[in-house]
């Protein structure tokens, strides 16, 4: 108790690596008794210092760490709501996932490798808690174009294939069917690898 209250004391440095590190040692040490001093950087305004606290909440648990993640949801950094999100049920995420699709939709012209990265995150989570309102959101997906660059799009446009099969829905089978005989070739290569695993389940 006596290291957990030294440590305890790193949380309100000034300096945001200080504080960081103070939260990443009382995750890994699973200090359940800091988990309201923790809580209070849910919202701090570093970023790694909000993804450090849900890191340390999920290697802690339990129930009243929920509570704060459920806060996270709405940071204003879309990595830590999707880290969030990532750490709880559906029915604690299900009201935000229309916020998530959005997010979706916010490609910016020219792909670029972090966007895309950024864009197979919300996918998962999408595939994760999905239901049958978001699949239009991944089969227009699919059908994206790039003038420039994009064969940054394939791994996305795999990701999407793969959400469909995670929400198993008979539409999102269908979807995926569909898109078996998809006009650009790489996607309809792709989901007839998926599709083949899928059905030899």
Same mark, same amino acid.
């Given at each position: 108790?006596?290291?957990?209250?030294?440590?305890?004391?790193?949380?309100?440095?000034?300096?945001? =690596?200080?504080?960081?590190?103070?939260?990443?040692?009382?995750?890994?040490?699973?200090? $359940?008794?800091?988990?309201?001093?923790?809580?209070?950087?849910?919202?701090?305004?570093?970023?790694?210092?909000?993804?450090?606290?849900?890191?340390?909440?999920?290697?802690?648990?339990?129930?009243?760490?929920?509570? =704060?993640?459920?806060?996270?949801?709405? $940071?204003? =950094?879309?990595?830590?709501?999707?880290?969030?999100?990532?750490?709880?049920?559906?029915?604690?995420?299900?009201?935000?996932?229309?916020?998530?699709?959005?997010?979706?939709?916010?490609?910016?012209?020219v792909?670029?490798?972090?966007?895309?990265?950024?864009?197979?995150?919300?996918?998962?989570?999408?595939?994760?808690?999905?239901?049958? $309102?978001v699949?239009?959101?991944?089969?227009?997906?699919?059908?994206?174009?790039?003038?420039?660059?994009?064969?940054?799009?394939?791994?996305?446009?795999? $990701?999407?294939?793969?959400?469909?099969?995670?929400i198993?829905?008979?539409?999102?089978?269908?979807?995926?069917?569909?898109?078996?005989?998809?006009?650009?070739?790489?996607?309809?290569?792709?989901?007839?690898?998926?599709?083949?695993?899928?059905?030899?389940?």
């Amino acid at each position: 108790d006596k290291a957990i209250s030294k440590i305890e004391k790193m949380l309100f440095s000034s300096e945001w =690596y200080i504080r960081r590190n103070g939260v990443f040692i009382l995750g890994e040490m699973k200090a $359940s008794s800091a988990v309201d001093a923790i809580g209070k950087l849910i919202d701090d305004d570093e970023e790694q210092v909000q993804l450090a606290v849900i890191a340390s909440f999920r290697k802690i648990g339990g129930d009243k760490v929920k509570d =704060y993640i459920k806060t996270a949801m709405d $940071s204003k =950094y879309r990595q830590v709501a999707i880290k969030a999100m990532r750490s709880l049920e559906k029915d604690d995420v299900k009201e935000k996932l229309s916020d998530v699709v959005m997010w979706l939709k916010s490609r910016k012209g020219v792909p670029n490798k972090e966007e895309e990265k950024y864009r197979r995150d919300i996918i998962g989570l999408i595939g994760k808690f999905g239901d049958d $309102s978001v699949i239009d959101e991944l089969v227009v997906l699919l059908n994206e174009k790039a003038i420039f660059k994009g064969s940054l799009l394939q791994p996305t446009k795999v $990701s999407a294939l793969n959400a469909l099969v995670m929400i198993g829905s008979e539409k999102a089978i269908g979807a995926l069917r569909d898109a078996t005989n998809h006009k650009n070739q790489f996607v309809a290569g792709s989901a007839q690898n998926i599709m083949r695993r899928y059905e030899a389940k």
